[in-house]
T-cell receptor, first 115, second 115 residues
């Protein structure tokens, strides 16, 4: 079974530039999560999708972050414009169901450095 | 305040020794509690998942316990190996019946195993 695919693995940009991350979840997984993980901390949820609908985006800084999940499969997360404090690992995860009974599988993450 | 607190923040153990990591949570009600292992530069990988009615769950040398009354969980690593060096993250799945589908993450415990 293929895992959660993310790209790119690494990205370095200057502040005020824009950047986009891509995630391909495990086939058949309806729930998709984007997390931000700052060094030394646990992952923080940015947005959660169920198919192509948003379940929770309460912690997404909507003035600069946006995400979409077209056709309920792949997803992209965009930051525009980036700030220094956005430097972090961005993790995508997927699970079969929304109710939290099944395991969430994580991708390897995209490490973003804003300089 | 974080709803999932882990201790210690980090620990160093000698190869072959045992160790126990702690997780205290306030999420209530909850569906299940999970322990994830996160190697440096990788996404978290699930070790165990327990519902509120389960007291213990093992996965090889990893044994997780859960006391839903005191809202505490522990992860015990037996006969540690160098490959156990990683961050271990406690995750609590909120109860979907409350229309709350979140996963709450602890900050993790960084374990370093030395030869």
């Amino acid at each position: 079974e293929a895992g959660v695919a993310q790209s790119p693995r690494y990205k370095i940009i200057e502040k005020r530039q824009s950047v986009a991350f891509w995630c391909n979840p495990i086939s058949g997984h309806a729930t998709l999560y984007w997390y931000q993980q700052i060094l030394g901390q646990g992952p923080k949820l940015l947005i959660q999708f169920q198919n192509n609908g948003v379940v929770d985006d309460s912690q997404l800084p909507k003035d600069r972050f946006s995400a979409e999940r077209l056709k309920g499969v792949d997803s992209t997360l965009k930051i525009q414009p980036a700030k220094l404090e956005d430097s972090a690992v961005y993790l995508c995860a997927s699970s079969l169901d929304l109710k939290g009974f099944t395991e969430a599988f994580f991708g390897q993450g995209t490490r973003l450095t804003v300089v | 305040k974080n709803q999932v607190e882990q201790s210690p923040q980090s620990l160093i153990i000698l190869e072959g020794k045992n160790c126990t990591l702690q997780c205290n949570y306030t999420v209530s009600p909850f569906s299940n509690l999970r322990w994830y292992k996160q190697d440096t530069g990788r996404g978290p990988v699930s070790l165990t998942i327990m519902t509120f009615s389960e007291n213990t769950k093992s996965n090889g040398r990893y044994t997780a316990t859960l006391d839903a009354d005191t809202k505490q969980s522990s992860l015990h690593i037996t006969a540690s190996q160098l490959s156990d060096s990683a961050s271990y993250i406690c995750v609590v799945s909120h109860d979907y019946r409350s229309n709350d589908y979140k996963l709450s993450f602890g900050a993790g415990t960084t374990v370093t195993v030395r030869a």
